[in-house]
């Protein structure tokens, strides 16, 4: 039985990080300046020369040993350890937490003064038609 580790496989990383980025192969190729299918061999490829990683870590907005030592296993622990204070959308009582970052009565009143000035905006536009017969 071997004891041996797996070697870390780049492109696979590349791939990860792009996707947790919301990034398309399309777009890291137009910031690398290549084809899209060059990317696609890229994230296929188990090892990218360090140059090359380099021009990659930068479009992706991280460092080269990001990429090297990303693991799907580090990301699930980060998030699992992320402490947030809040009690989210229901509170520990199952009650609805609605906590708005603005006036909802605020939004009603400019809809309806919107919906007011497209009305007025129709009249006068109607006016001035039957006004040119």
């Known amino acids: 039985m ?3 580790t ?7 990383n590349i791939s990860r990080i792009r996707e947790f980025r919301g990034m398309k192969q399309e777009a890291l190729a137009i910031a690398l300046g290549m084809s899209q299918q060059y990317v696609s061999t ?3 490829s188990e090892n990218i020369d360090d140059e090359r ?6 479009a992706l907005g991280v460092s080269t040993e990001a990429i090297k030592s990303f693991s799907d ?3 699930i622990n980060y998030f699992n350890s992320f402490s947030d204070n809040s009690e989210g959308i229901f509170g520990n009582d199952g009650t609805f937490n609605n906590h708005c970052t603005f006036n909802p009565i605020d939004k009603i009143v400019e809809l309806y003064e919107r919906l007011v000035q ?3 905006d129709k009249v006068d ?3 001035k038609l039957l006004k040119e017969r």
């Open 2 to 4: 071997s004891t041996a």
């Open 6 to 12: 797996k070697p870390k496989h780049i492109g696979r």
């Open 42 to 44: 890229l994230e296929g």
């Open 53 to 58: 990683l380099s021009k990659i870590a930068e």
């Open 73 to 75: 296993e580090g990301v």
């Open 118 to 120: 497209a009305e007025k």
């Open 125 to 127: 536009y109607l006016e």
